[in-house]
Protein backbone atom coordinates (compact mmCIF):
# COMPACT_ATOMS: atom_id res chain seq x y z
CA UNK A 1 0.00 0.00 0.00
CA UNK A 2 1.22 3.74 -0.88
CA UNK A 3 1.33 6.26 2.05
CA UNK A 4 -1.17 5.88 4.14
CA UNK A 5 -3.24 7.83 6.97
CA UNK A 6 -4.39 6.71 10.26
CA UNK A 7 -7.84 7.16 10.78
CA UNK A 8 -9.98 7.02 13.92
CA UNK A 9 -13.77 7.55 13.34
CA UNK A 10 -15.45 7.83 17.25
CA UNK A 11 -18.78 8.10 19.15
CA UNK A 12 -19.86 9.27 22.24
CA UNK A 13 -20.59 5.21 22.82
CA UNK A 14 -18.17 3.89 20.68
CA UNK A 15 -14.57 3.86 18.60
CA UNK A 16 -16.53 2.70 15.40
CA UNK A 17 -13.29 2.73 13.08
CA UNK A 18 -9.99 2.53 13.23
CA UNK A 19 -7.45 1.28 10.48
CA UNK A 20 -5.24 3.23 8.23
CA UNK A 21 -5.97 4.31 4.66
CA UNK A 22 -5.18 6.45 1.24
CA UNK A 23 -7.48 8.58 1.49
CA UNK A 24 -10.74 10.25 3.76
CA UNK A 25 -13.75 12.00 2.55
CA UNK A 26 -15.59 13.59 5.49
CA UNK A 27 -19.03 15.25 4.88
CA UNK A 28 -17.62 19.17 6.74
CA UNK A 29 -19.94 21.66 7.10
CA UNK A 30 -18.87 24.09 4.54
CA UNK A 31 -18.98 21.12 1.89
CA UNK A 32 -17.27 17.40 1.20
CA UNK A 33 -13.13 17.12 1.86
CA UNK A 34 -10.69 14.55 1.26
CA UNK A 35 -7.66 13.84 3.66
CA UNK A 36 -4.71 12.54 2.13
CA UNK A 37 -1.28 11.55 4.41
CA UNK A 38 0.54 14.57 5.36
CA UNK A 39 -2.54 16.98 4.96
CA UNK A 40 -2.31 20.19 6.38
CA UNK A 41 -3.74 20.92 10.02
CA UNK A 42 -7.33 21.24 9.84
CA UNK A 43 -10.00 21.40 12.43
CA UNK A 44 -13.80 21.20 10.72
CA UNK A 45 -17.16 20.82 11.92
CA UNK A 46 -19.20 18.00 10.36
CA UNK A 47 -22.69 17.66 8.91
CA UNK A 48 -24.77 14.51 8.28
CA UNK A 49 -23.48 12.63 5.53
CA UNK A 50 -21.38 9.65 4.20
CA UNK A 51 -17.80 9.29 5.65
CA UNK A 52 -15.95 6.95 2.75
CA UNK A 53 -12.66 5.27 3.39
CA UNK A 54 -10.40 4.78 0.37
CA UNK A 55 -7.79 1.98 -0.50
CA UNK A 56 -6.33 1.01 -3.93
CA UNK A 57 -8.35 4.00 -4.79
CA UNK A 58 -11.90 2.56 -4.20
CA UNK A 59 -14.04 2.87 -1.39
CA UNK A 60 -13.66 0.21 1.21
CA UNK A 61 -15.45 1.38 3.91
CA UNK A 62 -18.59 3.80 4.41
CA UNK A 63 -20.11 5.21 7.22
CA UNK A 64 -23.14 7.51 7.71
CA UNK A 65 -22.37 10.30 10.40
CA UNK A 66 -24.65 12.88 11.95
CA UNK A 67 -22.53 16.16 12.72
CA UNK A 68 -19.43 15.72 14.31
CA UNK A 69 -15.82 17.51 14.59
CA UNK A 70 -12.57 16.09 12.37
CA UNK A 71 -9.29 16.80 13.60
CA UNK A 72 -6.88 16.49 11.21
CA UNK A 73 -3.23 16.11 11.40
CA UNK A 74 -0.46 15.36 8.49
CA UNK A 75 -0.33 11.64 9.99
CA UNK A 76 -4.02 10.95 10.97
CA UNK A 77 -7.38 11.76 11.26
CA UNK A 78 -9.63 12.08 14.15
CA UNK A 79 -13.38 12.12 13.11
CA UNK A 80 -15.87 12.73 16.36
CA UNK A 81 -19.16 11.97 15.50
CA UNK A 82 -22.34 12.69 17.46
CA UNK A 83 -23.69 9.63 15.83
CA UNK A 84 -22.30 6.99 13.39
CA UNK A 85 -23.31 4.25 11.40
CA UNK A 86 -21.62 1.41 9.62
CA UNK A 87 -23.11 1.51 6.31
CA UNK A 88 -21.63 -1.96 4.86
CA UNK A 89 -22.72 -3.69 8.22
CA UNK A 90 -26.29 -2.17 8.96
CA UNK A 91 -29.51 -4.20 8.48
CA UNK A 92 -32.58 -2.52 7.15
CA UNK A 93 -34.65 -5.09 9.78
CA UNK A 94 -31.95 -3.38 12.36
CA UNK A 95 -33.37 -0.27 11.15
CA UNK A 96 -36.39 -1.16 11.22
CA UNK A 97 -36.59 -2.21 14.74
CA UNK A 98 -34.90 0.91 16.05
CA UNK A 99 -37.69 2.89 14.36
CA UNK A 100 -40.20 1.46 16.85
CA UNK A 101 -38.64 3.55 19.68
CA UNK A 102 -37.08 6.14 18.27
CA UNK A 103 -37.65 9.82 19.08
CA UNK A 104 -38.37 12.60 16.38
CA UNK A 105 -34.51 13.03 15.80
CA UNK A 106 -33.21 9.39 16.14
CA UNK A 107 -35.52 8.67 13.32
CA UNK A 108 -34.65 11.03 11.09
CA UNK A 109 -31.20 9.90 11.61
CA UNK A 110 -32.48 6.04 11.27
CA UNK A 111 -34.09 6.99 8.08
CA UNK A 112 -31.36 8.68 6.33
CA UNK A 113 -29.08 5.90 6.87
CA UNK A 114 -32.06 3.80 5.48
CA UNK A 115 -31.47 5.90 2.55
CA UNK A 116 -27.91 5.83 2.18
CA UNK A 117 -28.15 1.61 2.70
Not at 4 to 27: N, Q, R
Not at 42 to 68: E, H, K, P
Request: glycine share 6%.
Amino acid sequence: MADVIKIELVTPSEMLFSDSAEMVVIPGSEGVFGVLPRHAATLANLQRGTLNVYNNGAITRRFLIDGGVADVLPERVIILAERAVDLDAVSTQHLDEQLVNATEAEAVFVNAVKEAV
